[in-house]
């Protein structure tokens, strides 16, 4: 108790654990804009009329004549030719550069995050991810090795980033809350999606620096001016934060599974492996990665390509569905925590039922593009539908490893995206060389039902094998807390802890 009046303040804030959420929320935003505003950008930056081949134009003209003409007041603009002569493929390549060091970061960040400091980690990443960006129209102009290189050291900063967060959220949200604050910070990926893509048709369509250069530049700058704000207003943990209550605080940390110890424990690394619902975490994340990388990285191209939308249209459209994700994610979050706090239904069935509805929902919705052909509206709905929908993941399987070992979170969490990112390259890949020499709506299709098919395989896999009761191999005997921490350790007697409400 000593420790914790030694350290207080004469004003508190109410509600910290939020001004700490809405900065995570910030803070993903941001990296997330920063990792794909160069989906929009490239339509920008190549050059569609010559292209590779100059008797060769990529665009499709399957659906230039089509039901958009009737359905919609907006009209196809043709989209300024680029400077640079990249293929398909090289454009996959450029696409995917950022995942060649996305996926050597994960373990590491979230195990130094566990070691160190959250904070840390998670802001130097992106302000020097935020420094490359402003480099970016220097790299690309300079070749595409060095465009490719800033990508790829952008992606080894960047990713320790997500394993980080959710450790961070596993050390600030009580557990009655963890399904919503974890929610608000990680639906800083769709919103940071949702502003930067369109901000990137509508600056790649300007005069300003010249067009497709000034994504960049504002973009960068506004990573700068956040990571200001981290440090100022961010901790490591509630227990080390000057203007948190004791009240607050003794409601986080009697409410949590995790013990704040003196030491992190060592890593299980037998019995993780060996775990049945680790797999199947790790199973249902990699199907599911396929799909985001999918809509982030490639969908811009086939509303380009395929349905003919302007750059500010594409740029909108490729957006819009994550601001619904948002939405639906923050609504249906709040309800699993309702039904959870009030016993109506366990954790792990709330996890199951809610992984169930995104994982069929999207897979219905990709489907029912296969037979929406060149109507415009359809698509639309579609798209916006089933991106929706994948919104009830955030209760699904993104708590999961949180429910099962919230001490080790982050380095599973690492563990689990050094593989599922791999589709961060492979999927471009994929996707460029099905669509390189034929690129029609039938090449498509074959995208999104293989999309379809994934995402219909890992519901069916977290539904057998997964559950969210806390692991035997996580629930090790905490370690002796010193005096000072007397006051902020309540006993848990069982998996489902008995804490102090603020009310």
């Known amino acids: 108790m000593d420790k914790f009046n030694e350290n207080k303040r004469k004003f508190t804030i109410p509600g910290v654990r939020y001004l700490f959420a809405v900065n995570a929320f910030l803070g993903l935003c941001v990296a997330y804009a920063l990792r794909v505003n160069i989906s929009v950008a490239i339509v920008a930056m190549v ?6 081949k100059p008797s060769k134009d990529n665009t499709s003209d399957e659906c230039f004549v089509s039901p958009r003409e009737i359905f919609s007041n907006s009209t196809s603009e043709p989209i300024k030719d680029g400077e640079f002569l990249w293929s398909p493929e090289m454009q996959g390549v ?8 996305y996926v050597i970061s994960q373990i590491p960040g979230g195990r130094l995050a566990e070691l160190y400091s959250g904070k840390w980690v998670f802001g130097i990443s992106t302000f020097l991810t935020s420094i490359l960006t402003l480099l970016t129209p220097i790299a690309a102009r300079k070749g595409v090795g060095y465009l490719i290189a800033v990508r790829a050291i952008e992606g080894l900063l960047q990713g320790v980033e997500l394993p980080v967060m959710i450790y961070m959220v596993g050390q600030w949200a009580p557990d009655s809350e963890k399904g919503l604050l974890a929610t608000i910070v990680r639906c800083g990926i769709s919103i940071g999606a949702v502003a930067s893509m369109p901000l990137t048709g509508y600056l790649c369509d300007s005069d300003l620096f010249g067009g497709w250069p000034s994504a960049f530049y504002i973009m960068g700058l506004i990573g700068c001016l956040w990571f200001v704000f981290w440090c100022l207003l961010v901790t490591d943990t509630p227990l080390t934060h000057p203007f948190i209550s004791e009240k607050e605080l ?3 940390t009697s409410n949590q599974r995790v013990d704040h110890r003196k030491e992190v424990p060592p890593l299980p690394w037998k019995r993780i492996l060996t775990s049945v619902p680790f797999w199947a975490v790790f199973v249902t994340a990699t199907c599911q990665d396929w799909s985001f990388f999918i809509i982030m990285n490639d969908l811009p191209t086939f509303f380009s390509t395929i349905l003919h939308f302007s750059i500010e249209e594409n740029g909108f459209f490729s957006a819009l569905p994550h601001l619904t994700h948002t939405i639906v994610g923050l609504a249906v ?4 925590d309702f039904l959870i706090r009030r016993k109506i239904a366990s954790t792990t069935v709330v996890r199951k039922v809610w992984n169930s509805v995104s994982e069929f929902g999207m897979a219905l919705g990709l489907v029912g593009v296969c037979f929406a052909g060149c109507n415009v509206v359809t698509n639309k709905f579609l798209f916006i539908s089933a991106i929706a929908i994948s919104g009830f993941a955030h209760s699904g399987y993104v708590l999961s490893f949180l429910d099962m070992a919230p001490e080790y979170a982050g380095t599973l969490w690492g563990m689990a995206s ?11 890949l994929v996707v460029g060389a099905l669509t390189n020499e034929e690129n029609t709506l039938r090449q498509w299709r074959i995208v999104f039902i293989m999309t379809a098919s994934i995402l219909a395989f890992a ?3 977290f539904i057998i094998f997964s559950s969210s009761e806390k692991q035997d191999w996580a629930d090790q005997e905490p370690s002796k807390p010193d005096k000072s921490d007397e006051m902020l350790t309540v006993p848990k007697t069982s998996s489902v802890n008995k804490y102090i409400p603020l009310n």
Do not use: D, R
């Open 47 to 52: 050059n569609q009329t010559a292209e590779h």
């Open 250 to 252: 003794k409601y986080i």
């Open 333 to 336: 979050s709040a309800l699993a």
């Open 418 to 428: 050094t593989i599922s990112n791999l589709n961060g390259f492979i999927a471009p």
């Open 459 to 461: 519901g069916v896999i």
């Open 94 to 101: 450029v696409l995917g550069a950022f995942y060649y060091g």
